[in-house]
């Protein structure tokens, strides 16, 4: 089994650009085409109730992603390392999870980028994948791959709020009744299945540890970072949290006066039907970015669950990367990928958090793994317990839920 990551450590300077891109990592890969997807699909269906599943979401990413985030980095290793180390064997176990559901996610979000190219350009998806395909591949193959996976991350990050928030005050959703209905919705257990799909697209499979890992990476460990780990988990929980509320409302605003939604693309119709012509090129736009980002997000953190495994990945990291990009794009130009799949991935990537949560709250009171100074935080520790029982029954529940999608 390979030993901790060895990486240059920072001695406490706080650099913010790693930080946000780290956060924006974590963010934009859990913002992708399935995000947008399913969260206007729900929204359709269960109207303001679906807010108690957006702030559910949000509640359960804070106990995941601190508890993550502060063993990857106060271990100095990477999840699957984390993991074999409390049971050996499951570090392998958990890697092929992750990697398998980074693949299946990442099919979707090439797809979403084809989508994306679709509307701005009017080019077929195929070839609009395989452009972005290009483009993705050329980010991994700057000499500075880091630098720029944070800045593409936070530029398109940051647009995708700035377009989507418009969308919503045109929309002028009713935002009462969703504060009232996050917290007393109409019927608590039809709203299980809907949660643990966002909570599997936000937080589920390789994207709890993408901002992690980018931390790893950039030598941001050990006891004397950890007011910057929780700086970095913060920023990336918050903006998470205000894409999903904005989106949410923008839905809500549109089809709580009667808009119907197209149900081959339910996201376009909402910018459409909200602000016309522009809205639509907007939708293509955010889209894209959506899209691309988590494309580089999940190749990103899905290989780094490799690299222990390898020498041969660790020495060609950047090139593995760009492999499994490839693989993504040609699966998806060959195959395509059906919304109703993008739904189950997102379902069944929840289904994979209790498993990985519980291995770093397994990890977490380990002085040999997360060293002698640091000291786990009893609330976060109960609150990461809250977040394993509550996706594990919420994805046992869900189950029923997921086949019937298929009716």
């Given at each position: 089994m390979a030993g901790p990551v060895i990486t240059k450590p920072t001695q406490g300077k706080t650099n913010w650009s790693v930080l946000l891109g780290a956060a924006f990592i974590m963010a934009t890969s859990a913002i992708g085409p399935g995000f947008l997807t399913q969260t206007t699909v729900f929204t359709e269906k269960f109207m303001a109730n679906f807010a108690f599943a957006i702030l559910a979401s949000i509640i359960i990413d804070i106990g995941a992603q601190m508890n993550v985030w502060r063993v990857i980095t106060m271990s100095r290793m990477r999840g699957q390392d984390v993991a074999n180390t409390?049971?050996?064997?499951?570090?392998?176990?958990?890697?092929?999870?992750?990697v398998l559901g980074g693949l299946a996610f990442n099919i979707g979000n090439i797809a979403g980028c084809g989508m994306g190219f679709n509307v701005l350009f009017g080019m077929s998806e195929q070839t609009g994948a395989i452009l972005s395909c290009v483009i993705a591949i050329g980010i991994f193959a700057s000499k500075e791959?880091?630098?720029?996976?944070?800045?593409?991350a936070k530029v398109l990050g940051g647009l995708m709020i700035i377009l989507t928030a418009y969308?919503?005050?045109v929309s002028n959703p009713p935002v009462g009744q969703a504060v009232v209905s996050s917290i007393f919705p109409d019927n608590y257990g039809v709203l299980m299945l809907p949660m643990i799909t966002l909570v599997g697209g936000t937080v589920g499979g390789y994207i709890t540890f993408a901002g992690g890992h980018r931390l790893l990476d950039a030598g941001i460990v050990g006891y004397e970072n950890l007011q910057q780990v929780n700086k970095s988990a913060i920023t990336g929980i918050i903006v998470t949290g205000i894409m999903r509320v904005v989106l949410f409302l923008a839905v809500l605003g549109v089809?709580?006066?009667?808009?119907?939604?197209?149900?081959a693309n339910p996201p376009a119709s909402v910018f459409q039907i909200a602000?016309?012509?522009?809205g639509y090129m907007f939708f293509g736009l955010v889209?894209?970015?959506?899209?691309?980002?988590?494309?580089?997000?999940?190749?990103?953190?899905?290989?780094?669950?490799?690299?222990?495994?390898?020498k041969t990945i660790d020495k060609y990291n950047s090139y593995t990367i760009m492999l499994f990009i490839?693989?993504?794009?040609?699966?998806?130009?060959?195959?395509?990928r059906p919304i109703k799949v993008l739904i189950l991935a997102g379902s069944l990537n929840g289904l994979i958090l209790p498993v990985t949560l519980g291995t770093m709250l397994f990890a977490c009171r380990n002085k040999k793994i997360i060293g002698d100074q640091y000291e786990h935080p009893t609330w976060l520790f109960v609150f990461g317990?809250?977040?394993?029982?509550?996706?594990?029954?919420?994805?046992?529940?869900s189950l029923s839920g997921m086949a019937a999608l298929w009716k």
């Open positions: 409390v049971l050996p064997g499951l570090g392998h176990f958990v890697a092929f999870l992750i791959a880091g630098a720029a996976m944070d800045t593409v969308v919503m005050f089809v709580s006066v009667g808009g119907k939604l197209n149900p602000a016309g012509q522009m889209l894209w970015a959506a899209a691309i980002t988590s494309v580089v997000g999940a190749a990103y953190t899905s290989v780094s669950f490799l690299r222990s495994f390898s490839i693989i993504s794009t040609l699966v998806f130009v060959t195959i395509g317990i809250l977040a394993v029982l509550i996706t594990a029954y919420a994805g046992i529940t």
